[in-house]
């Protein structure tokens, strides 16, 4: 007997038992996975730019930003030394504060230098990079120039005046988290420190006549200036003006002088009129009966190396001081008693 191929075909179909397995989930899935992988890397791919991108490039950058600000910065000690007419040696030690989780590297930068709330920097300092750690120093040792002689000036009038001076520092320093990409920051700082207050509590201990005068001085003794700043600042050979009632009375000079933290003992000498302080004292002009003359002293000059130095010139010019100084005693000692003849 022979059959016909279509008859294989329909027989085969219709044999009861024999059904073709359907691909179970897991083969399906797999088989799709196969099929499109290239779709599903592109898709990862997105969502991993979608995440990452916005957190590298907005949040990374502002998180930085928000740890700058919330930073804050003490100046330990500022040394002024070897002063020129527009520059000076800065030594200088920071402190960073910092309570944020993140230790960023910060690299070097130029940072503008300026009185809080002045129009215009009076340098630029070179500020050495550092790891934004809580509690690390920042040491600063350059020749500074100046770019604005009297802006500096005025901060260095500031400083003599006021019991407290902001400093602003400003700069856009690199900052680098771990293994995330170099961003920017903006530093902007205002530091506040002590200033000299007026030289509250300046006082003469001791000064003696010299009759005759001695190397071209006929007064000399000792000075003594309160310093309550972290500064320590080279002024150079001060002159100062010598007055009782608006009437000169000579010049005083405190050479070489370096104005240090605390306490400091200077000596002074000085070319005082003495023919007009015994006409002043003499018993027909005398207003000082018990001899203690009230003197103003104000700045005159700042010279370092035969350069005046005319930012501190103004600075001393703007505080006027007064002693009370016991003139009859100091011409006692000189050989002198007036006091008998009021």
């Not at 071209?216 to 000792?222: A, F, K, S, V």
């Not at 000498?269 to 203690?292: C, E, F, R």
């Amino acid at each position: 007997m022979s059959f016909s191929k279509s008859q294989v075909v329909e027989e085969a179909e219709t044999v009861p038992g024999i059904v073709t397995p359907k691909p179970s989930f897991g083969a399906r899935v797999g088989a799709h996975f196969k099929r499109f992988w290239w779709a599903h890397l592109i898709f990862f791919v997105v969502c991993v730019l979608v995440i990452s991108l916005p957190v590298v490039y907005v949040a990374y950058p502002k998180i930085a930003q928000d740890a700058v600000n919330d930073s804050t910065l003490d100046i330990k000690k500022m040394v002024i030394s070897d002063p020129t007419p527009d520059s000076f040696q800065l030594n200088q030690t920071q402190v960073l504060g910092s309570k944020s989780p993140y230790h960023p590297q910060i690299y070097e930068f130029d940072a503008k230098v300026s009185l809080a709330g002045a129009a215009d920097p009076f340098t630029t300092v070179r500020v050495p990079g550092v790891k934004s750690v809580d509690g690390v120093e920042i040491h600063v040792d350059q020749m500074v120039d100046l770019s604005d002689t009297a802006a500096f000036g005025d901060y260095a009038t500031a400083v003599m005046l006021n019991e407290e001076v902001k400093l602003n520092i400003y700069g856009t320093p690199g900052l680098k988290q771990g293994g995330l990409p170099k961003t920017s920051v903006t530093y902007n700082k205002t530091v506040v420190m002590k200033g000299l207050n007026k030289l509250e509590g300046f006082a003469v201990p001791d000064f003696h006549i010299m009759i005759p005068s001695v190397n071209g001085y006929n007064m000399n003794g000792t000075v003594y200036i309160p310093n309550p700043s972290v500064m320590t600042i080279s002024m150079g050979n001060l002159t100062l003006n010598l007055a009782v009632k608006g009437k000169a009375m000579g010049q005083t000079y405190l050479n070489d002088l370096v104005l240090k933290p605390g306490n400091n003992t200077i000596p002074m000498l000085a070319n005082v009129d003495q023919a007009a302080i015994l006409t002043m004292l003499s018993p027909a002009n005398n207003q000082y009966k018990d001899g203690i003359v009230p003197f103003t002293i104000t700045g005159n000059s700042s010279v370092y190396h035969g350069k005046n130095l005319e930012y501190f010139t103004k600075a001393l010019a703007a505080n006027e001081l007064t002693v009370n100084l016991n003139v009859y005693q100091a011409l006692k000692e000189a050989g002198l008693d007036l006091s008998g003849s009021s």
